[in-house]
């Protein structure tokens, strides 16, 4: 399986990017797929996931109202809108996906996604 990830830039506060990511490769019945950001020096945190078959989404309270995760079947590829971004959102930000997450349920846990794309830089000035 093979995810690439694509969209990052760098953008001013309040500005908004999508993020892309295509994955390729693998045939399961079901899967989640989720988005992580990491900087220097700190652990992978998750940003929001989405449940394929169901689309069922989850994401964290730092990003409610402002990052919404969603899936184009069609092209196997799930999205991250970010709009209003803020400086404290810059980050690497990394597409993921867990082949054995349940129908609803979408983890929040970066060890429990078995594929990761290469990951796509974020950067946000005040």
């Known amino acids: 399986v093979q995810l690439q990830a694509f969209g990052g830039g760098l953008v001013q506060a309040g500005d908004s990017l999508r993020l892309s990511c295509a994955a390729s490769g693998g045939t399961f019945s079901h899967y989640c797929m989720g988005w992580f950001r990491q900087v220097p020096g700190k652990e992978r945190e998750f940003v929001a996931a989405?449940?394929?078959?169901?689309?069922?989404?989850y994401s964290t309270d730092s990003v409610k109202g402002r990052f919404t995760v969603s899936r184009d079947k069609a092209r196997n590829t799930v999205y991250l809108q970010m709009n209003s971004l803020k400086p404290e959102d810059t980050a690497g930000y990394y597409c993921?996906?867990?082949?054995?997450?349940?129908?609803?349920?979408?983890?929040?846990?970066?060890?429990?996604?078995?594929?990761w794309g290469q990951g796509t830089l974020v950067t946000v000035s005040s």
């Open positions: 989405i449940s394929w078959s169901v689309g069922t989404s």
């Open positions: 993921g996906l867990d082949r054995t997450c349940g129908l609803v349920y979408v983890s929040r846990r970066w060890w429990e996604y078995d594929y």
